[in-house]
């Protein structure tokens, strides 16, 4: 198997990260996308987290407040229900869900198979629309073009990867 192409995270990475979510950065495998600045704005996060073993099927988190805070808006906008609305009449839209859906697994299991989690990917993918920030994170992460979903949320999003909104995370 292939490992998913994201650079490994040093330990500035990792206490940025920790910074962010306000709590200790688990399972940690990479950053998957950057800020404009350097910073990170999705971590790559082990399917089985350290400690108990607890599978985790999120790959790709959106860890950058800016970015979390502009998925949040969103939801709370019911975008979701539109771009369910959406996947559900558009079937160009449903077939590159599914593609983004089988690229997502294969990027998970390229590290490893998790049979508790085998199967599913993250924010409702092949057939719903459940969490903006999953998907946005997979298309931050994946690039352009491979999640749809996660392309809209972002365009529709105030925020940007290529504008630095970071804190200062005193590290």
Known sequence: MSTP?????SDRDIAVVSAQLGRPARGVLGIAARCAC????????????????????????????????????????????ELQELLATDADVQAAYRKAHEAYLADRESIE????????????????????????????????????????????????????ECADYGV
């Open 113 to 164: 198979i998790v049979d508790e989690i085998r199967g599913f990917s993250a924010g409702g993918m092949p057939t719903r629309v459940k969490c903006l920030h999953a998907l946005a994170a997979h298309s931050l992460a994946a690039g352009r073009g491979v999640n749809p979903i996660g392309d809209l949320a972002l365009e529709r999003g105030n925020w940007s990867p290529d504008v630095c």
């Open 5 to 9: 192409p994201f650079a490994p995270a």
């Open 38 to 81: 350097g910073n990170p704005t999705v971590v790559a996060t082990a399917p089985r987290l350290p400690g108990a073993g607890t599978p985790f099927p999120t790959l790709y988190y959106l860890s950058h407040p800016a970015a979390t805070a502009a998925m949040s808006r969103l939801e709370a906008d019911h975008v979701m229900v």
